[in-house]
């Protein structure tokens, strides 16, 4: 499972209040990526980062900061939370090994604005 | 725009026979091709993946064929089991700014 933690595992908020999603990793993977899993729209990515205080922005990045301190933590932060962004959240990292490519995702974050 | 497209929603499958999900794409740049399975409350779990320079890769029971000239791959489980039932994510990799990009998914039923 490439040593990925998300916390909290579940969170319940109100309109308009800030909220920060954390993913964690142990194997120093240069690599990591938000994403948010809606129905009827698969997997779509937030924001990526490719090193420390290198990220960038995804598919559907409005609303949503993200950074990264360290090679193993990636904060993905509501400024001020909507009803739009009740969703699953997955922290995701890639790595390639002998021309394979893999991505490793974490167990997610169920995300509830009232 | 989708750039990575499943257009069956679901299938259901006799335990023992082939399952074949399919996956679209857009993209002819794309360098990587990846399967996952989802059940659910639990993160994507990562399948198999094919480099675009080659037309299938196997592992165990999961086969992955990509037809490059129809953008098209495919995800062949043989023997289907039930306890593939799962919802499967077909996924493209870009070099250009190394990002994933999904398809909807396929929710897989496999009878017993």
């Known amino acids: 499972d490439a040593g990925i933690t998300q916390s909290p595992r579940h969170k319940v908020t109100e309109t308009g209040t800030p909220v920060t999603l954390r993913c964690h990793q142990t194997?120093?993977?240069?690599?990591m990526y938000w994403y948010r899993q809606d129905p009827g729209h698969g997997l779509r990515l937030i924001h990526y980062?490719?090193?420390?205080?290198?990220?960038d922005k995804g598919e559907v990045s409005d609303g949503y900061s993200v950074s990264r301190s360290k090679t193993e933590d990636f904060l993905l932060t509501l400024e001020s939370a909507t009803s739009s962004q009740t969703s699953v959240y997955f922290c995701?990292?890639?790595?390639?090994?002998?021309?394979?490519?893999?991505?490793?995702f974490g167990p997610g974050t169920r995300l509830t604005v009232l | 725009d989708q750039q990575v497209k499943q257009n069956s929603p679901s299938l259901s499958v006799q335990e023992g026979r082939i399952s074949i999900l399919n996956c679209d794409y857009t993209n002819s740049m794309f360098d990587y091709f990846l399967w996952y399975k989802k059940y659910p409350a639990e993160g994507p779990t990562f399948l198999i993946s094919?480099?675009?320079?080659?037309d299938k890769n196997e592992d165990g029971r999961f086969t992955v064929f990509l037809n490059k000239s129809a953008k098209h791959l495919s995800l062949h489980i043989v023997p289907s089991q039930p306890g593939d039932s799962a919802v499967y994510f077909c996924?493209?990799?870009?070099?250009?700014?190394?990002?994933?990009?999904f398809g909807t998914g396929t929710s897989l039923t496999v009878i017993p």
């Open positions: 094919i480099s675009s320079i080659k």
């Open positions: 996924a493209a990799h870009s070099n250009t700014g190394n990002q994933f990009y």
């Open positions: 980062s490719y090193g420390v205080k290198d990220t």
């Open positions: 194997e120093n993977h240069r690599y």
């Open positions: 995701a990292i890639s790595e390639r090994s002998s021309s394979v490519l893999l991505e490793f």
